[in-house]
């Protein structure tokens, strides 16, 4: 049973940093395509941050974060982390990590992962 847990979240002046950690439960990290970490506004859809593939060679993110953040894993520790420098209040949302086996699908639309977190907090005051 494949479960996701996010930790990491909370409030920082703008300008500052977090570290999203998402706990992967049920198999490798290694074995999915594909993680990634989504955000959702109130009264906005949820979006794609970024991304990483199974090899870890690839990663993706979206333009308002490129420089900022930095998707990471640990296989040791089955884990997918979110390093978020520079923060803007624009960042504040509900963040959530996600993951999906089959090989074809897209990183940043979230009807291409399957599996997903319960989603944390991150609010960036200015």
């Known amino acids: 049973q494949v479960q996701l847990v996010e930790s990491g979240g909370g409030s920082v002046q703008a300008g500052g940093s977090l570290r999203l950690s998402c706990a992967v439960f049920?198999?490798?990290?290694?074995?999915?395509?594909?993680l990634g970490w989504f955000r959702q506004a109130p009264g906005k859809e949820r979006e794609g941050v970024a991304a990483i593939y199974r090899g870890g060679d690839y990663t993706y993110y979206a333009d308002s974060v490129k420089g900022r953040f930095t998707i990471s894993r640990d296989n040791a520790k089955n884990t997918l982390y979110l390093q978020m420098n520079s923060l803007k209040p624009d960042d504040t949302a509900m963040y959530y990590c996600a993951a999906d086996f089959r090989p074809l699908g897209s990183w940043f639309q979230p009807q291409d992962y399957n599996y997903w977190g319960q989603g944390i907090q991150v609010t960036v005051s200015s």
């Open positions: 049920g198999y490798a990290v290694t074995i999915y395509s594909r």
